[in-house]
């Protein structure tokens, strides 16, 4: 008797479906902000469907909208990075050398783009060090918020900027942003230095490319009117100037100089 009613009790709660708990976000999050830890991607069960998994995202917010929110960022990056280096200057003046020398498609594209690349990252490595020191470091042994460590290393890239971009520039930016005239070059938004950083060193390369041309274009008279004086109307004048620049330029070691100029443009 006692053995029968034993299995019966057994095929009972066997019978008895377990329903799974929500877990308490609120709850998880405040263990984890008293912590110090981030919290967590978490797995819950839809109260709707019990069968149902979801992947709660940071925040408590969805998964999914984390992963397309950071992806977003990621891909805006580049574009952040590039505006707020020297890369542009750079990659101008040496497609403006290029166009100079009569040459369409040496070097490639790919080669002038790593270059400026190299270049970028061989000037903007005191301040890659300064944010690292200021704002990676203290934020990874947890001293700072992230809110602060973005703070910190805006530090180092508003010195940088500040030093290259010109009044003018500014004060256009000001004047559209509807802002007061701020004290110093330190008091600007990043919502004005950007742009007017940005149209700063256009204007810097375009005029380092004007000085690059003329020398090139002063071979390119001088090669057209002696060809047109003798005669020469079957054989183009840039067949004959182009050698002419490329020696030019080899001869004067014209990668060395402009190099130069260009490190010596950003002291």
Partial sequence: ?????????????????????????????????????LAPLQMRVSPGNQNELTVT????????????????????????????????????VFHFL????GLQTTPSNQTLVGLSLIMT???????????????VVPFQNGDITAAAAIEQAGVPMRQFMAHYVREKDVALFLEMANEPRPAGIQDVSFRVLLPAYILSELK??????????????????????????????????????????????LMVDGWHLLIGALMRSFN
């Fill in 1 to 37: 008797m006692s053995r029968t009613f034993i299995l019966a009790t057994a095929l009972c709660l066997a019978a008895v479906p377990v329903q799974a708990q929500p877990v308490n976000s609120r709850a998880n999050a405040a263990v984890t902000a008293r912590s110090g830890q």
């Fill in 57 to 92: 995202g940071l925040g408590g917010g969805s998964a999914q909208w984390t992963i397309v929110v950071l992806l977003t960022f990621l891909t805006l990056i580049p574009s952040l990075l590039i505006c707020m280096t020297p890369f542009a200057r750079l990659l101008v």
């Fill in 98 to 101: 290029r166009q100079a020398l």
């Fill in 121 to 135: 990252f061989f000037l903007m490595q005191p301040v890659g060090n300064a944010i690292y020191r200021d704002a």
């Fill in 204 to 249: 810097a390369g375009f005029q380092i490319g004007a000085v690059l041309f003329l020398p090139f274009l002063v071979v390119d008279m001088v090669v057209a009117s002696i060809t047109t004086s003798v005669g020469m109307m079957q054989l183009p004048p840039v067949v004959i100037s182009t050698p002419l620049k490329l020696l030019l330029f």
